[in-house]
C-alpha cells in the first residue's frame, strides 16, 4: 500500500541488547516524526525530520535513543542497551509539506516488549 | 503541567447521545490543531482539524477558544463505532505535534 509503513511490528528485546526499528513514509514527504506511546498514554514526541535534517531531537529520553535518515527517505529510531521502560510501541508518521497545516499520516507502530 | 490537558475519561454514553470533550493547552504561541482518533492497537488517524471559526464534519463539530487556550469535539447521534480514544493535538510549532492523553469514549447499545 501507499502507506507509512514500520517493521518489525513486534520486537521482543532482552534488557541490554540495542534494537533498530525502521520507518518507510509515504513517498515525497518531507517530514518524518517518531513518537513513543506508552500503554494508556497519547503519543510523546521523540523527534523531527526535514527530509534528512533532524530539526528536534527534544523528546529522545536519553542518549541511548538515535534517529537517522540519511537520504530524506526511511528512517531508522535505535536504542542501545534497552532498559524495560523502553517497553511502548514506537510510531512513525510522515507528512508532506511543513509550510503547509497538513496531516501527520501514522504507521501501525512497533511494539517493543524489553523482558 | 502538561502541555496538553484532556480528561481520560472514560466516558460511557449509550446510542443516540451527544457527548463533549474538553482540552487545554498551554503554549500560547501555538499556531494548529487537530482532533486525533485512535482505536484499540490501532495507530491514530486525523478526524479534523480545528479552526478558529469553529468546523462541523457531519455529526462532528470542532471548536477553538485561543483565549482561553481551550478546545472542544463534540459528537452528535453517537454510534457504536464512535468508540475509541480522541486525542487532542497541538502543533506547537516548528512541525512539533503535540498529543494529549486521550478521552476514551465508549457508545454502548
Known amino acids: 500500500g501507499a502507506g507509512v509503513s514500520q517493521s518489525p511490528r513486534y520486537k521482543v528485546a532482552k534488557r541490554g541488547q540495542d534494537v533498530a526499528l525502521r520507518c518507510d513514509p509515504i513517498?515525497?514527504?518531507?517530514?518524518l516524526f517518531w513518537y513513543q506511546q506508552a500503554l494508556g498514554q497519547g503519543p510523546e514526541f521523540l523527534t523531527y525530520?526535514?527530509?534528512?535534517?533532524?530539526?528536534?531531537k527534544s523528546g529522545l529520553p536519553s542518549d541511548r535513543f538515535f534517529a537517522e535518515r540519511p537520504e530524506g527517505s526511511v528512517s531508522t529510531l535505535k536504542i542501545q542497551r534497552t532498559q524495560q521502560e523502553d517497553s511502548a510501541v514506537y510510531l512513525c508518521?510522515?507528512?508532506?509539506?511543513?509550510?503547509?497545516?497538513?496531516?501527520?499520516?501514522f504507521g501501525q507502530g512497533t511494539r517493543l516488549t524489553v523482558v | 503541567r502538561k502541555e496538553v490537558e484532556q480528561d481520560p475519561g472514560p466516558f460511557n454514553v449509550p446510542e443516540g447521545a451527544t457527548v463533549a470533550f474538553n482540552c487545554t493547552y498551554s503554549?500560547?504561541?501555538?499556531?494548529?490543531f487537530f482532533w486525533y482518533r485512535q482505536d484499540c492497537r490501532k495507530e491514530p488517524k486525523l478526524l479534523m482539524s480545528?479552526?478558529?471559526s469553529g468546523n462541523e464534519d457531519g455529526r462532528f463539530t470542532a471548536q477553538l477558544n485561543r483565549a482561553s487556550q481551550y478546545i472542544s469535539l463534540l459528537i452528535r447521534d453517537s454510534k457504536l463505532s464512535d468508540s475509541a480514544t480522541y486525542l487532542c493535538?497541538?502543533?506547537?510549532?516548528?512541525?512539533?505535534?503535540?498529543f494529549g492523553t486521550g478521552t476514551r469514549l465508549l457508545v454502548s447499545p
Open positions: 525530520f526535514q527530509n534528512e535534517a533532524q530539526l528536534d
Open positions: 503554549n500560547s504561541a501555538s499556531q494548529s
Open positions: 480545528v479552526y478558529s
Open positions: 508518521a510522515s507528512s508532506p509539506d511543513p509550510r503547509t497545516e497538513t496531516e501527520a499520516f
Open positions: 493535538v497541538v502543533n506547537t510549532g516548528f512541525q512539533k505535534l503535540v
Open positions: 513517498s515525497g514527504h518531507v517530514s
